[in-house]
Each structure stands twice: as structure tokens, then as C-alpha cells.
């Protein structure tokens, strides 16, 4: 596909120009990622040095101003967490996208729009706030305190669904009319051309949209730190009170001093590492990086 | 055509770039305690309507952010919920208000009061269960606060505790969400600012406030110290700054103030 | 579209079963997802009417938000978003079109700036305030701005914008491009004329996505605008976006409940305005949609 204009002459053509200023746009935001990455990095350095890797690992706890920085039941919880809500929001945000592009009456279609639009723009402390007040109290009453996994799982699944949703339409909306038509030609119901077909075609859109969401499900600080009940432990149960890598920054970064700090910005190194890991198995899976 | 956008933008950029030359004055920046910042806050807005040629900036990001800012000369004056510490000698600290630590309950909880020993008990895990302290049959939710905080450590120390001693069930940040989490749990038992919990069980919050030892727990008491649990909210700058900030700090611990202070629910420290 | 089709095949029965379960899954999955929505955002509305009357959006805030308005933040709040959507735009697109249209696929640039994007969309909030407050505050010397602030969240909204773009980019048929080729177009001329066009559905989307996750940002903008109330006289000044006071007020102000809440509806309302007018803009710009 980008073969198509072959080898022009580089640079002495307008084309070449616009070329160029487009891998300055390029190069700038790739370099984004290079910054974070070495300021992340400056930042724990001191950790690494006076507390050493093999600690973070298997200290069994974390007490960080009691000189133990187990950050293992931490990370466990924050994979948990992520899985879990991803595989809540992904089909359910798909789901939602289908309805309303194929099932939904014309009337709702507008209305489930702007739906997804405002949750989309929700702030985390709006839709953990409700989860306080609204969603632990209900848990509660199946098992005290309420604040839990289940909790942090449902709120951050209502958070990225959106992304899921927009995206996957998107994608949806992408597939060409002749694949309908010709779908229809060979006499497939709607829903054999939605899975045999259309899901297919848009399927590399909607992985993007599922990893989006999944690193924002990661990356989620906020709403996760008011509803999970931050106890550090390895979570046994939906109703366990767990504590993620992002709540924990989230918590003591604020007050927290030396080598403390940096031990905290391992974390979200930490973090970083498990979105990348999360990546590359995305796209071993799907192989989708070349697909078009 | 494009030479028209690019100087439409350019023109929009300069425009939203300028200062104001007005109000481009003398500015002093504050930032530290999510606790005492919007007190600050509201103390600068009264300082800058006597001192209107002066701008009073004032950022959050907690109190060790308050200290490192000031100590790099990022910030003028730091603001942190508790007191300097020895390694802090650099810097001089003026009290600017107290703020007392009460227990809170769940308003349908009824045990009127918690010895030492019990208190103990409960929130290093011995007693789990409410009807071994005079309630009624359910069970303790601890709510315990965030490791590094003053508030945290003002607790184990006056209940001679260490961090690894308690055995929470609920960790929480902010004063609010220590309040909100008792308020939707009829079992839970946790500490907050004596001020706050005041105010909100006022409000109609389903909260109610344990007192310590005896005395109750009210900011009346914290105020003439017969309260055992308390913090002090501190502003704290760099020794050098003394004179050109001293309009400021003085203003900020004179009576005038004290009807703001007492308004944010904390205890005014000068009287 | 959609009836044009039978509404069973000879194929067989598990087909069938397919055929009935597939509408359930995705009436299920958008109820799932409305449901929720809709009560989030009812208590809000709920909570938040009874504090909400003209002068709230004209007046200054008092008594640590308490009292008197938001007209201030509401500014702040619309400095940030556009400096954030200002910034991100160009660059978004300028990568997005450069990784479909001008890179191999299987580049080695091509490859890392995918990975460093998926990763980008990790990284925690809280982490994303520190580097901007690090980077655009401190390093480039900016302080506590609307500026850094908007910058900051640039770089967190890349992510979507660059992905929907190329989704959508990628989308359009070969078919096209041989056609803009066949009739003479430079490459900038096809881009701006055809594909970005075709794309237009795909651009928005990741306009608005971009929007709510700018609106709904919390953690970052602590570090970066700041937290100072004061209505903003310019760019540089620190100004404090409406998620940063409705956590103020939620959570650090006793008594700030009533005001949150308000805040959170008035957040709504913000969210409409301006979803709106970028689903103008997009559909003015790129009006010269060519439809099949």
C-alpha cells in the first residue's frame, strides 16, 4: 500500500516535504515515551542502588518506613485487577457498539451516543466517588466492608468500556458497504455476516480499542484507590481488599521522602513494563501490526 | 490562505501569552499539604484583598513536596500537617493551627466509650468482633490511614504502636475518605480531624466522635489542650526569607484570622 | 442495510443458535452498559441539581469552594482542554498519517513507535503529573501553568488520537489511493483531499475520546496547573481544572460534598458544549467527504 507512489525524488518534491514534516510529528511523539521512560527511571534509580532489585521482589510485605518493599502482592493485584476488568469491558463495550450500530431502533441510536460520550468523559474521583457511596454499601451487604476487588473491577470496567465502545464503532462503521452487499448476495442472515465478516474485518480497530482500554485499566489511580480498600495482600477472593501499583503512588508519593520515593517510582516502572509485556502479547496474538 | 491561519494563530498565541502588566506583581508561591491548602488558600485570598499588588499562589501535592519546593526555592512558604522534624533544622516553622485526631463510630453504633486497652485491641487485630467491647454482635472494620502520613503516626505513637502492628481492613488517603468509608460501614471504627468530623456529623453524616481517655472529643478541647490527640498545621520557609515574608506569615496567625481557621473546622494556634 | 437479509440460512442448526444468541449478547452487553451509565450519571444529576443555580457559573469559589461558584475553573477547565486538543492534534495526525501512509509496515520505526504508544496509554496518571510537572514545569520552566498542564495531557490523549486515526486510515480501500494516483495527485493532495476524509468518522471519534480523556483527568493536572482558583489572566498562569476541584471538594474540603456533586453535573454540561462543537468542527473540516 505505501509502495504505491515507488521511489520518488527524496526531499526535492513537495511531497517529500510533507513527508518530512509528518516523521518530525512522528519522531516527536515516539521520543514522548523515551522521556518518560528516563525520567521514570532517574527518578528510581536511588532505589535500585540502596535497595536492590531482588527486594522488591521478596520482601514479604510493604512497609516502606519500616525498611520492606515486597511490591509482589501489589503487582499481582494490579494484573488481577486489569485482567479481570478488561474481560468485563471488552465484550460488553462490543457488545454495546453492535447494538447500537445494527440492533439498536433509529430513536435510541443518538440518546446511547452521548451515553458513551459523557461516560467516556467522567473523571476517575466522580465515578469512584459513586462507587463509595453508591456501589460499596451494595457489596457490603453481601460481605463487609464492601471495599474490594470486585468493587475496583466493576468501576474500572464502566471506565474503559467507553473506549472500547467508540473505538470498536469505529472500526465497525469502517467495513466496506460491498462486504454487506456481497454478504447479502450470498444470502447470509445479519448475524453470520456480523461474525463471519464484518467483526473480522474490523477486528484489528477493536483490538485497538481493547488494548487502549486495557492500559488505561492499568493505569487507572483514582476511582480504584476510593473503592478497593488498599490493604496490601495478595487478593483470595473477589472480596478481598487489595491495593494496586497506581493506588499506592497515588497514596504515598505525597509524603513520601528518599529512597521511599524512588522505591514508589519503581512501581511505576514496574507498571510500565507490565503494559509493554501486555502489548507485545497483544499483538503476538492477533498478529494485527500488519494487518490491514 | 495558509499565511492568514498562521498569523491568526500566531496572533492568538502572543494574545494568551501576555500578562497582564496590571496584575504582574509580587508573588508569593505556597504549596504542600492537601490538608492545609485550602486554608492557606483562603487566608491568601484575604491577604491579597488588603495587599492587592501581592498574588498568593497556593499549590497542593503534600507536605513533602512543601519541603522540597521550599528548600529548592520552587515555593516561598511550605505548608505540612505536622511538625519540622530534626533533619528539617534548615528551615524555620510557624504554627498556624492545630488539628485534633478523634475515633469515629458509624451513627448506629452505640458503645459509648473505648479504654486504651481496647482501642489497642481492635486495631491491631485482637478483638474482631463489636459485642467484646460492650456493642452489639458484628464485625470490626478497621479503618486505618496511608503509611507516611502525620496523621498515622501521630496514632502509633501515642498508642505505642508500630506500623506493622495494625491489622486494617480498610486503608485510606484523605480525611473525607476515612469519613465517607465509616459513614457507609455501620461496623467500621477510624480516625480522622476532629474538625471535620464535627462538621459533618452536623451535617447529618452518619458519624459520631469516641472520646480519648475521658475527655471528649470536641475542638473546643483541643483548643485549650486538655485533648491528647493533636497535630499542628505548620508553614514553614527558609530562614533567609524572613523578612520579606514576614507580612504574610503575621497576617496569617493574627486574630483577624482565626474566623477562617476555625471555618476549615481546625483549632487557631496564636491567641 | 440490515434487511436486506434472511433471517436464517440452510446452513444448519448451530448457526441458528448463533443467529438468536448474537442479537441477546448484544442487547445484554448495551444494557449492561446503559444501565450502569445511566445511574451513575442520574446521581450525579441527583446530588448535584439541588446546588446548582445561575450564579454558580459566574461566581468566584469561597470558603475553599464551599460557597460562590466555579466560573474561574470552568475557564481553566476550557484553557487546558484546548491547549491539550491544540497540541495533540497536529502531532497525532502528522504520526498517524506518516505510520500509514509513508512507512513499511514491518519498520523497525514503524514497529517502536506502535509499542511506545500502547505503552504511553499505561502509564499512570499520577506518574504522567510528576514527568509534566518535571518536564514541562521545571525543565522548560513553565511552573504551575494552564500550559504545562495542557501539554501534559497532550502527551496522555496521543495515544487515542494516533490510534483511531491509523484505524481509520487503514480502513480505506487501496482502491482509493490508486485512484488519487491515477489521477495525478501528490500524496499531500490525496491525504488532504481523500483519505483523511474517508478516515473523517474514525478522526472524530478519536477527537472525542481524546476530549473525555482530557476532561476526565485528575492526578496529572494537580501536578502541572495547579491548584490556584483565581480566575487565569493567561496561558502561564496555574489554574485548576473542574476534576481537580471536584476532588478538592470530595475529599480534602469538609462539607464540600453539596458543591462536588454540583460540580460533577456542571462537568456534565461541560462534556455536552463540547463534544458538540468538535463534532462541528470535525464535520465542517472535513466536509469533503467523499461518501460511497
Known sequence: MTLFWGNSLFLRTPDSRFAFGLGIGAVCVSSILLLIFLFVTGEALPALK?????????????YPTDE????????????????????????VGVAAAVYRLYYAPSWIRKPYRWLVLLLAGMPSVVLGLWGLVVLVPLIARIEPPGTSLIAGILVVSLMVAPTVTIMSESALEGVARSSWSGAAALGLSRESTLWNVVLPAARGGIAAGILLAAA????????????????????????????VLTSNIALEMAYATGDHRAALFISGLALTILVLLLSLTAARIAGLKNNV | MSE???????????????????????????????TVAPLVAEIGKAFEAQNPEIRVDVQSGGSTRGIIDVRSGLADIGMISRSLSEDENDLIGFELARDGVGLILHLQNEVPALSRRQIVDIFTGKVTDWKDVGGRPGRITVVNKAEGRSTLELFLAYFDLGVRDIAAHVVIGDNQQGIKTVAANPGAIGYVSI???EFESGAGTPIRLLGLEGVEAAVENVKDGTYPLARPLTLVIRPAEKERLRGFIEFARSPEMHD????????PSHP | MSDSFS?????????RIRDALLPVAAHLGALVLCGFAFWVIMDIVWRGAPGLDWSFFIDEPTSAGRGGGIAPILVSTGLIVITAIAAATPLGLAAAIFLVEFMPTGSRFAVWTSLSLDVLAGVPSIVFGLFGSAFFGLWLGMGFSILSGGLTLACMILPLLVRTTEQGLRMVPDDWRRGAAALGLSRFSAVRLVLLPAAGSAVTAGLLLGLGRATAETAALIYTSGYVDRMPSSLFDSGRALSVHIYDLAMNVAGGDE??????????LFLIVVNVAAMSISDFLLRKKVST
Open chain 3, 259 to 268: 458543591n462536588a456533586y454540583a460540580s460533577a453535573l456542571v462537568l456534565i
Open chain 3, 7 to 15: 433471517s436464517s440460512t440452510e446452513r444448519g442448526r448451530p448457526h
Open chain 1, 68 to 91: 520492606s518493599f515486597g511490591l509482589v502482592p501489589m503487582l499481582v493485584s494490579s494484573f488481577v485487577l486489569s485482567v479481570c476488568a478488561i474481560l468485563l469491558a471488552g465484550p
Open chain 1, 216 to 243: 488505561r485499566a492499568i493505569g487507572e489511580t483514582m476511582a480504584v484507590l476510593m473503592v478497593t480498600g488498599n490493604i496490601v495482600q495478595m487478593p483470595d477472593g473477589p472480596f478481598s481488599a487489595v491495593r
Open chain 1, 50 to 62: 540502596n535497595v536492590g532489585l531482588r527486594r522488591f521482589l521478596f520482601d514479604d510485605a510493604w
Open chain 2, 4 to 34: 492568514r491561519w498562521f498569523s491568526v494563530v500566531l496572533l492568538l498565541v502572543v494574545v494568551t501569552g501576555m500578562e497582564n502588566p496590571a496584575l504582574a506583581a509580587d508573588r508569593i508561591a505556597v504549596t504542600g499539604s492537601s
Open chain 2, 260 to 267: 477562617i481557621i476555625l471555618g476549615q473546622f481546625f483549632v
Open chain 2, 195 to 197: 474538625g471535620t468530623a
